[in-house]
């Protein structure tokens, strides 16, 4: 039996199952092992339960259906915050299904960064680091739908050569973007997002109020930068993210799509945190200044230059079962 203390969780949920052993599969080639994995389960027939014997410290929660999640899908922050509490370790990864890990050099990347944000902005350390994806969708550069960016194209094996090129090489994608080597980006989307798991204890974890998961990680940014801490995005540190998969299923599929309960969906920010809604944060609103507010106890941010610039934090929808 493997005694070595583990130094990281992931937490994986899942609606559709026949993506999930590929993850699990390069997860295990590519991660040294020092982790466990929690599979929330809310796919519609249920995962391959032999895995729990194929792979080591792998659990599976199969979701229930309650009175409100009728379909036993609780969303992606409500099974994530379900997995949480079985957490121990120092870090926990935030993992979608439809992400494949593609060398060893990965976690050494997100531990280089959160290393590079504590030497570069001490006061505002780093909660989570999230690893740059080979594949960008139409959306996040500009181009029009189905017309994705590739930094490399997918392949089941990835060379030690693409390994040292896509952390080594500037990467021009358009004219408004080129991804340069080393570059830590302030915002993140939690697909595969390394977590320090004391830090976000005292931040709150992921809010249920965002169902089935749209806006939940800018929320978490937000909520981070006014604790003081950031939430980053690395090219020291590359996986494949084929984006959207699980998303596509429930447009294309209609048992899938019998699994989202529409009464319970909320999506848009501002209906937590007003139209002061700011990704890095609530700003101060006195004139000429544009400090973002901090708060210390999560009820209250104060303005670090207008003391009476005071914001009533929104309150955290963590729901037990």
Known sequence: MDKKPKFNTFIIPVIRNDLIERCLYT????????FYVIIVDQSIDGID????????????????????????????????????????????TFLNDDVEFINLGWWQGVMDT???????????PALMVNAASIKLPDWSVGK????????????????????????????YVNEHLTIQPGSVIDGINLYCSVVDTKRLLEVGLIDDYF??????????????????????????????????VSFQSIQDHENMRALV????????????????F???????TQEG??????TEDGIKAVCPKHPDEVYAMPEQTISSL
Not at 211 to 228: E, Q, T, V
Not at 278 to 284: H, Q, T, Y
Not at 289 to 294: D, R
Request: proline fraction near 5%.
């Open 27 to 34: 997860l295990y080639r590519y991660t040294e092992p020092n």
């Open 49 to 92: 339960m032999g895995l729990r014997e194929k792979y080591k410290n792998l659990t599976i929660i199969r979701t229930p259906h309650s009175d409100v999640h009728y379909t036993g899908n609780l969303g992606h922050s409500q099974a994530t915050n379900l997995a949480m509490r079985l957490v121990e370790t120092p870090y926990v």
């Open 114 to 124: 959160f290393e590079k944000v504590a030497k570069a902005t001490p006061s505002r």
């Open 144 to 171: 029009p739908k189905g017309e994705d960016h590739y930094i490399l194209p997918y392949k089941d094996e990835y060379t030690e050569e693409d390994g040292r090129f896509l952390i080594d090489e500037p990467h």
């Open 211 to 244: 169902y089935p998961g749209g806006a939940n990680d800018y929320d978490l940014c937000a909520r981070a930068s006014m604790f003081g801490y950031r939430c980053v995005g690395t090219t020291l540190s590359w996986v494949f993210h084929h984006w959207s």
């Open 261 to 276: 309960q529409d009464e319970l969906k909320h999506e848009d920010l501002r209906d937590k945190w007003s139209d002061r």
């Open 278 to 284: 700011d990704l890095w944060g609530v700003r101060c």
């Open 289 to 294: 200044c544009n400090e973002i507010l901090h």
